[in-house]
C-alpha cells in the first residue's frame, strides 16, 4: 500500500519570503504521479502542481515549484514570494498510474500561515 | 455547470439516523469520486464511479456507507444508522480526463451529534 507522510503540521512564512514544504512517500511502483493541493477555508481542494515520475524535471507553476527527488521518495514544494493568499492547508498526495481509477492518497495536511 | 456541486453544505444529525449527501459532477464528467476528511486527517478514498462500469467500492470503511449515481450524472453518498465517527466533511470529486483533470466540491460538513 501507498502512503504519504506530510512531517510539518504547521508552517507559517513572512510575506514576500519562501517556504518549503517536505512529503516524502512510500511505494513499490515505478510509474506514478504526485501533486500538491491546497485547501483554503472554502474546502474546495485546488491543483496547485503534479509531477510524473517519469519525468527528471521539476515541475514550476509561477511561484510553486517541486524538487523531487525520486531514489528518496521526496516531493517538496516552495513557494516563492510568498503572498497572503497563499493561505491554507497544503496536501501531498499520490496515484499509481497503472491503477485505472487514478484515486488519490493524501498525506494528513500542512497548515501554512503567511504573515503580513 | 460551472464546477462540482455539493448538498447540503452543512448537515447536523442525531446518532443513529440515515443522511444522504449529493454530489453533481461538472457536466460531461464521466469520472466521479468521494473522499472523507476526518478532523486532523488528510482526505481518505471512499468510492469512484466511471461511467457505466461497476463502482469501486473498496474505500467505504463499512456497510452502512452506500453510494449511487443516477444517470451517469448526480451521485448521492448514503449513510445509514450514523455514528459520532461518521463526523466529517465528505468531498466529491469528479474528472474527464483521469488524473489531471480533478475538479473538486466544496464539500459537505456532517456532524454527528
Known amino acids: 500500500a501507498q502512503t504519504v507522510t506530510q512531517s510539518q503540521p504547521e508552517m507559517s512564512v513572512q510575506e514576500a519570503e519562501t517556504v518549503t514544504l517536505s512529503c516524502t512517500y512510500d511505494t513499490s511502483e515505478n510509474n506514478y504521479y504526485l501533486f500538491w493541493y491546497k485547501q483554503p477555508p472554502s474546502r474546495q481542494m485546488i491543483l496547485v502542481i503534479r509531477?510524473?515520475?517519469?519525468?527528471?524535471q521539476n515541475a514550476t507553476e509561477n511561484r510553486f515549484s517541486v524538487n523531487f527527488q525520486k531514489a528518496a521518495k521526496s516531493f517538496s514544494l516552495k513557494i516563492s514570494d510568498s503572498q497572503l493568499g497563499d493561505t491554507a492547508m497544503y496536501f501531498c498526495?499520490?496515484?499509481?498510474?497503472?491503477?485505472?481509477?487514478?484515486?488519490?492518497?493524501f498525506g494528513k495536511g500542512t497548515k501554512l500561515s503567511v504573515i503580513p | 455547470g460551472a464546477g462540482v456541486s455539493q448538498s447540503p453544505s452543512n448537515k447536523v444529525t442525531e446518532k443513529g439516523k440515515d443522511v444522504e449527501l449529493r454530489c453533481d459532477p461538472i457536466?460531461?464528467?464521466?469520472?466521479l469520486y468521494w473522499y472523507r476528511q476526518s478532523l486532523g486527517q488528510g482526505l481518505e478514498f471512499l468510492i469512484y464511479?466511471?461511467?457505466?462500469?461497476?463502482?469501486?467500492k473498496s474505500g467505504l470503511p463499512s456497510d452502512r456507507f452506500s453510494a449511487e449515481r443516477t444517470g451517469g450524472s448526480v451521485s448521492t453518498l448514503t449513510i445509514q444508522r450514523t455514528q459520532q465517527e461518521d463526523s466529517a466533511v465528505y468531498l466529491c470529486a469528479s474528472s474527464a480526463t483521469g488524473v489531471f483533470g480533478y475538479t473538486f466540491g466544496s464539500g459537505t460538513r456532517l456532524t454527528v451529534v
Open positions: 509531477q510524473e515520475a517519469y519525468k527528471q
Open positions: 464511479f466511471q461511467g457505466n462500469s461497476a463502482p469501486d
Open positions: 457536466s460531461g464528467h464521466t469520472a
Open positions: 498526495a499520490f496515484t499509481n498510474s497503472g491503477a485505472g481509477s487514478y484515486q488519490l492518497t
